[in-house]
């Protein structure tokens, strides 16, 4: 069966540091990948999304970039992280464009 | 661009109600609508998946409807419990490489 991990759980990072958060998919071959992003009491935000090795589209201007380096493994990263890029971080797999999203349990980020 | 919206916001309930969660969006070319749930601190857990060919999908005491032409979707939660307590996310799923748009979540409270 598939599964997704996602790590840290949590992160307490200061402003101007850098970061990099990992996911990891399981038991399926060249799955569409996923970052989104949850501000608090909110929905979910779709910050990048991966359809292949090397294959990254942003959705939102912002002070992170993603990559993918390994057909199940998408990072999310940023070089000098700002206060407002706290929140919930939620990396999901899926099998194709129409079929079933899956999350990971999330990574809570707080920038102090 | 897509708009997913959920009401109510929030909901509190005694024990052994029977619930209804409403989710609207604005285009109707889906692929497909998820209905999650989401306990506080962690990530979303998969409920229900309504293909844009179907119209109700259920699993156990849950039941979701779709109307894809009205932009409307459905939670039906029977005899509700305490362990229902939860934020319930829907999101649609449309475009390249199947992006997902989520409402904002209506959060629930089963009290004992």
């Known amino acids: 069966s598939q599964t997704i991990h996602q790590w840290p759980a949590t992160l307490v990072q200061p402003v101007g540091s850098p970061l990099s958060l990992e996911c990891t998919v399981e038991?399926?071959?060249?799955?569409?990948l996923y970052w989104y992003r949850q501000a608090a009491g909110r929905g979910l935000q779709l910050l990048f999304y991966?359809?292949?090795?090397?294959?990254i589209s942003s959705e939102v201007p912002q002070n992170l970039s993603a990559s993918r380096p390994q057909d199940r493994q998408f990072i999310l990263s940023s070089k000098k992280l700002l206060l407002s890029d706290s929140g919930f971080y939620l990396c999901?797999?899926?099998?194709?464009?129409?079929?079933?999203?899956?999350f990971g349990q999330g990574t809570r980020l707080t920038v102090v | 661009k897509q708009e997913v919206t959920q009401i109510p916001a929030a909901l509190s309930v005694p024990e052994g109600e029977n619930l209804v969660l409403n989710c609207s969006f604005t285009?109707?070319?889906?692929?497909?609508l998820q209905w999650f749930r989401q306990d506080p601190g962690k990530g979303l857990t998969s409920l229900l998946l309504?293909?844009?060919?179907?119209r109700e999908q259920t699993s156990g005491r849950l039941n979701a409807s779709l109307d894809k032409s009205s932009g409307r979707s459905t939670l039906y939660i029977a005899a509700s419990q305490p362990g229902d307590s939860a934020t319930y996310l829907c999101?649609?799923?449309?475009?390249?490489?199947?992006?997902?748009?989520f409402g904002d979540g209506t959060t629930l409270t089963v009290k004992p």
């Open positions: 309504i293909q844009s060919s179907q």
């Open positions: 285009d109707s070319a889906i692929y497909n």
């Open positions: 991966s359809v292949g090795i090397g294959q």
């Open positions: 999101a649609v799923k449309a475009g390249a490489a199947g992006k997902s748009t």
């Open positions: 038991g399926t071959s060249n799955p569409n």
């Open positions: 999901a797999w899926s099998a194709g464009q129409s079929t079933e999203a899956f």
